[in-house]
């Protein structure tokens, strides 16, 4: 168990709707990142924050949106959803902000996306 | 753009035998390349950091190499199991930047 958590671990929509993930980083860690991993794709990196505020942007579309609040929990927004947004949504944790003596991850398990 | 590069063939091997995995990098200057096991629906779990300066990195039986010059990192397991049998991810991160950016990984399977 990494203690990363994420709500919920299955979800599935309909096209051009809209929906959210939820992510507890482990209790102190500072820093939250988003990654979205597409089947026998590797995990792409969306975004980042750092005590509540946004530090890295990857390939995040404009249709997603994210935040974190003052308890550090996270949360990922997917509007006006596709069939190519059906995947696996990570959520991870690190204690800093990337200069961490490890800069070492820690996964939630996912949540999984289909959208039909 | 960056990109990391790791075969995306999947490797088979005996049980015993030490599995050699491989990634590679362009337009990127890391400042440390981790590794990541990811089993099947679960999320990627830790395994090793080497950094930069740093040319290699041991732990039990996990061995890895950084070269920056030809932009490549080695991830070795000996006396491999059927239970290392998962995908290893290679992921680079930078000092400057925040994000830590992964390849696709490789598959491992270890026969019995």
């Known amino acids: 168990d990494s203690g990363v958590t994420q709500t919920p671990k299955h979800l599935i929509t309909a096209t051009g709707q809209r929906v959210t993930l939820r992510c507890s980083p482990r209790?102190?860690?500072?820093?939250v990142y988003w990654y979205q991993q597409s089947l026998d794709q590797g995990l792409q990196f969306l975004i980042q924050?750092?005590?509540?505020?946004?530090?890295a942007k990857g390939n995040i579309l404009e249709r997603f949106s994210a935040q974190q609040f003052p308890d550090l929990h996270s949360e990922l927004n997917l509007s006006s959803l596709e069939l190519g947004d059906s995947a696996l949504y990570f959520c991870?944790?690190?204690?800093?902000?990337?200069?961490?003596?490890?800069?070492?991850?820690?996964f939630g398990e996912g949540s999984r996306l289909t959208v039909l | 753009s960056q990109k990391i590069e790791q075969n995306s063939e999947a490797l088979n091997i005996q049980e015993g035998k030490t599995a050699t995995l491989t990634c590679n990098y362009t337009?990127?200057?890391?400042?440390?390349l981790q590794w990541y096991r990811q089993d099947p629906g679960r999320g990627p779990v830790f395994l090793l950091l080497?950094?930069?300066?740093?040319k290699e990195k041991r732990k039990e039986r996990l061995k890895v190499t950084f070269d920056t010059t030809l932009k490549q990192s080695l991830f070795h397991i000996t006396a491999s199991q059927p239970a290392d049998s998962a995908t290893y991810l290679c992921?680079?991160?930078?000092?400057?930047?925040?994000?830590?950016?992964f390849g696709a990984g490789t598959r491992l399977f270890v026969k019995a």
């Open positions: 991870a944790s690190s204690p800093t902000s990337g200069r961490a003596s490890n800069g070492e991850l820690f």
């Open positions: 992921a680079l991160g930078s000092t400057g930047g925040f994000k830590t950016i």
């Open positions: 924050y750092y005590n509540g505020e946004e530090r």
């Open positions: 209790s102190g860690d500072l820093s």
């Open positions: 080497i950094r930069e300066n740093e």
């Open positions: 337009n990127y200057s890391p400042a440390y």
